[in-house]
T-cell receptor, first 114, second 117 residues
Framework: NAGVMQNPRHLVRRRGQEARLRCSPM?????VYWYRQLPEEGLKFMVY????????ESGMPKERFSAEFPKEGPSILRIQQVVRGDSAAYFC????????????FGPGTRLTVT | AQTVTQSQPEMSVQEAETVTLSCTYD???????LFWYKQPPSRQMILVIR??????QNATENRFSVNFQKAAKSFSLKISDSQLGDAAMYFC??????????????FGDGTTLTVKP
């Protein structure tokens, strides 16, 4: 029973490029959450998605960031025109619909913007 | 909005000894969940222990136990018989049980635990 999978594990982008981070939830999980961890800080909530639906995006920056969770395929966190301040670890978690409090985390994607 | 505070950026403990990590939180909600996560150098977030706010009994998982004081909004983690493998960053987290806020977790800034042989 595979856990939450994220890829790539490491991603390097130059300023101005686009970054796409992928998250495949655990089997049977239809809810996905994205968090960002800046150096020396805790995780900060970004967005909560169900299949084809954004439930809560109160933690998403207003510009350049978007997230989707299509009917088929992984959830994608997209960052357009990356800047150095976007360098961080991005974690995805998933849960069953009936137990959003029980979230399982993926290994994270470390984004470095040069 | 909820906040989670971990007042100890760093802690150290001698192997086989006991250490307690502090966490306080602020919320106006009555029903919620509290968690401790361990993050080793691999950066994987590992769930250590979970506490439901409606339960008065403190959660225990092997060498890990919590002291949950709801009125004081305190949620400390006690690690007994510390092992070298316990060295990691530990995060305290709050998660609402309210369906309108469900899913959104609030994390503290973490405590780095060093275990000395």
């Amino acid at each position: 029973n595979a856990g939450v999978m994220q890829n790539p594990r490491h991603l390097v982008r130059r300023r101005g490029q686009e970054a796409r981070l992928r998250c495949s939830p655990m089997k049977g999980h239809s809810h996905v959450y994205w968090y960002r961890q800046l150096p020396e800080e805790g995780l900060k909530f970004m967005v909560y998605l169900q299949k084809e639906n954004i439930i809560d995006e109160s933690g998403m920056p207003k510009e350049r960031f978007s997230a989707e969770f299509p009917k088929e395929g992984p959830s994608i966190l997209r960052i357009q025109q990356v800047v150095r301040g976007d360098s961080a670890a991005y974690f995805c978690a998933s849960s069953r619909p009936e137990s959003s409090y029980e979230q399982y985390f993926g290994p994270g994607t470390r984004l470095t913007v040069t | 909005a909820q906040t989670v505070t971990q007042s100890q950026p760093e802690m150290s403990v001698q192997e086989a000894e006991t250490v307690t990590l502090s966490c306080t939180y602020d919320t106006s909600e009555s029903d919620y969940y509290l968690f401790w996560y361990k993050q080793p150098p691999s950066r994987q977030m590992i769930l250590v222990i979970r506490q439901e706010a409606y339960k008065q009994q403190n959660a225990t998982e092997n060498r890990f136990s919590v002291n949950f004081q709801k009125a004081a909004k305190s949620f400390s983690l006690k690690i007994s018989d510390s092992q070298l493998g316990d060295a990691a960053m530990y995060f305290c987290a709050y998660r609402s049980a309210d369906v309108t806020n469900a899913g959104k977790s609030t994390f503290g800034d973490g405590t780095t635990l060093t275990v000395k042989p």
